[in-house]
Each structure stands twice: as C-alpha cells, then as structure tokens.
C-alpha cells in the first residue's frame, strides 16, 4: 500500500488538523476538556484514518478508513459550527476551516471509490458494498449452495 504521506488528501488534512489546534488557542480555559479536545480530536481522527487504513495493505480497508475518516469529518463540521454560535469562532475563520474541511472530504469521496473498486476488481465474484464495506457473494444461491 501507499505510504499515506505521498497521498494529497492526507496532506491537506493534516494542515487542517494544525488550522484547527491554532483556531483554539484562544477558547475560553473552562472548554479545554470539552470543545476544544472535541474538535481537535475529531479533526485528528481524519488524517490518522487515512493513515492507518494505508497500512492495512488492502484496498478494501483503504475504503472502509476513508469512510471513518468521513465521519470524522462531519463530525467536525458541526463542531465548528457550534463553536462559531457559541462566539469562539469569528465567522470567517469558521467559514475557512469548512470550505478546507470540504476539499478534504471531496478528496476522500474519491479515495473511498477508487478503493473499493479496486478491491471489488481483485476479488472477482464478490460486490463491496459502499456502506458497510463488507465483500458478499453477488448472487445469494452461489453462498448457499
């Protein structure tokens, strides 16, 4: 598998993840242990999938970190939001880390399809299902026969 640090989108996502320690530094104290150990580990969690789904050496898992990487992502979306409505965040700033946080979550819609392709043409028979990301026989009567 490719060393996740060759790939663009991990690239970009780590610069968010900085973006992100550097937008709280000025949170109130009282939100060290909350919002702002909420958002800096959801947004950590987006690169750190990339990279662990990279050494798992299968395209399959690629797709299914991507997808957690996904998650993670829209899970510091609405951290950012929150933020911003709470007065932590100027609306700009805001503004900036989602249009970034976008790009990094188009730039996984593609890694998660190219990967789950990949492990459906090398594993011949089998649909790798987008959800769950678990390889079933294409035809039900092919498993229980």
């Known amino acids: 598998m490719k060393d996740f640090r060759d790939l663009k989108v991990w690239e970009k996502a780590h610069a968010l993840v900085l973006e992100c320690y550097e937008a709280t530094k000025p949170f109130p104290r009282e939100e060290i242990f909350g919002l702002v150990s909420q958002i800096r580990r959801a947004a950590a969690a987006v690169p750190a999938n990339i990279a662990e789904g990279c050494g798992k050496n299968s395209d399959a898992e690629l797709a299914r970190h991507a997808r957690l990487s996904m998650g993670s992502g829209s899970e510091l979306s609405y951290y950012l939001i929150l933020a911003h409505d709470l007065g932590y965040m100027p609306h700009a700033r805001r503004d900036e880390r989602q249009d970034a946080l976008s790009e990094v979550r188009g ?3 593609s890694l998660e399809r190219v990967s789950a392709t ?3 043409r090398s594993s011949p028979g089998t649909k790798l299902h987008r959800k769950s990301l678990i390889a079933e026989p294409l035809d039900r009567s ?3 026969g």
């Open 118 to 120: 990949a492990a459906e």
């Open 107 to 109: 730039m996984l819609t």
């Open 142 to 144: 092919q498993a229980d």
